[in-house]
């Protein structure tokens, strides 16, 4: 197994953050519109998650933890996010709303930071509490699925409902649990997650959507991948495997409500027509709108550089909207690279792009290196799964995407940085690595 870059403590915390991840995860959209009072619970619970790291860190009495390499990239993210904020003169509640999701980066240093003082148990214990929060989204989705009529009999929660599924988001989730069973099957338990692998594959191919499928079929030829690779390198059985899974996908897909969608953009025989209109319908939709964000954006220097920033409806102004639907209370294009490039222009697009790049440049660095940790690899999956989501849908423009997403993706930052930097000091002739530990974001 890969070296998780960690200390071996005896810390049995948690990661922080991990409280806030799990409730989103299990319940998606319908969750994150609930509130105490006047606040979200997933901020309230992301703000007593800050508050707590803090509180620790200031009783703890010790020196500071040096902060190294990504955290520049998110750092000026957020001021770029929090300058475009405060030129903000009209409807400062909606321009709020629309900077929360660049401000959810900020997690990334609080999930980065708690991961290097945490030991294995404290790992062991973080994943235990988001894998009940997956079953918990299974159970539901499982319900919403075969139930839709009691379903719409269950309260209201904003403008949603309760186990109301959200299909792109929700579908990515499960696609996570699958990757994360195919993980945990190990001698004499293969009926159990097993089970559970199949039960989450089958409840997302049942939905109609196919960026959550994609993320789907990615869980799982990376969790396919971790298990059959050796230590250290990708081996020929890895391949043949991660062949074989890919295989099944392709002769599942045909028989899914999502599969037909997805084969429908080529006007396959496999799909009906009313399946191939529909799907190349929203195909055109998308890339209209997308055409017609950038295109705006594009036609004043100004909105080019920096964006329009928070608060205006860029997709209206655009006409982006109209092939999606005017009306209905769409505000973004369906892509979060078209949404930063309108928000924040060149400037914030080429920020988030080099962050991306290099989460992914990390994340296949950590899949060719073979088996990490378990909590490692359930980052990967919530990388790869949100991700690929987000790029066909509204997924990190949403709290309840934008936060397990950046989560994640600073333990897998952190992680990397200080896997290197202790292979760095080990490798000096007469380097004594001390057990305290630097953070490295």
């Known amino acids: 197994m890969a070296s998780s870059g960690r200390e071996s403590t005896n810390d049995h915390r948690l990661v922080a953050g991990v409280v806030v991840v799990a409730v989103l995860l299990t319940g998606g959209r319908w969750v994150s519109h609930m ?19 803090v509180t620790l860190r200031a009783l703890s009495g010790k020196r500071p933890d040096r902060v190294y390499g990504p955290g520049v990239l998110v750092g000026l993210l957020l001021v770029v996010t929090a300058l475009r904020l405060l030129g903000t003169e009209d409807d400062v509640r909606t321009a709020a709303r629309d900077a929360a999701p660049f401000a959810y980066a900020a997690i990334a240093h609080l999930s980065a930071s708690a991961y290097q003082r945490v030991g294995e148990a404290g790992g062991r214990r973080t994943v235990r509490m988001i894998h009940g929060g997956l079953l918990l989204h299974l159970a539901w989705m499982v319900v919403a699925t075969l139930a839709p009529r009691f ?34 099957i190990r001698r004499g338990r293969l009926w159990l997650h097993g089970s559970v692998a199949v039960a989450a594959l089958v409840t997302g191919l049942a939905q109609v959507n196919r960026a959550g499928l994609l993320s789907c079929a990615a869980c799982v030829l990376v969790a396919v991948v971790f298990r059959a690779s050796g230590n250290g390198r990708l081996t020929a059985r890895a391949v043949l495997l991660g062949a074989t899974a890919v295989l099944a996908v392709a002769v599942v897909l045909p028989m899914s409500p999502a599969g037909q969608r997805l084969l429908a953009l080529n006007a396959t025989s496999a799909s009906s027509s009313e399946i191939v209109e529909n799907a190349q319908g929203t195909k055109r939709a998308r890339l209209i709108a997308w055409q017609q964000v950038v295109r705006y954006t594009l036609d004043d220097p100004e909105r080019t550089t920096v964006g329009v920033g928070f608060g205006p409806d860029f997709l209206q102004l655009s006409n982006g909207d109209l092939p ?14 078209v949404t930063c490039f309108a928000r924040l222009g060149i400037v914030g697009l080429a920020l988030v792009v080099a962050l991306l790049v290099r989460l992914l440049t990390v994340t296949l660095r950590i899949i060719r290196g073979g088996p990490p940790d378990e909590l490692t690899s359930l980052c990967v999956l919530l990388v790869l799964s949100l991700l690929i989501a987000a790029l066909l849908g509204v997924i990190l423009e949403s709290p309840f995407g934008a936060t397990p997403f950046f989560w994640a993706a600073g333990i897998l930052l952190g992680g990397d940085r200080a896997r290197r930097d202790r292979l760095r000091r080990e490798a000096q002739p007469g380097t004594h690595v001390s057990s305290p530990q630097e953070v490295l974001v």
């Open 324 to 337: 999606i639907g005017r009306g209905i209370g769409v505000r973004s294009p369906h892509n979060y690279l």
């Open 35 to 53: 509130r105490v009072g006047p606040l979200y619970i997933g901020d309230l619970l992301l703000g007593a998650a800050f508050l707590h790291a």
């Open 151 to 184: 379903v719409a009999t269950l309260p209201e929660v904003g403008n949603t409902r309760v186990f109301e599924i959200r299909t792109d988001f929700d579908v990515a989730v499960l696609g996570v649990l699958a990757g994360l069973s195919i993980l945990r």
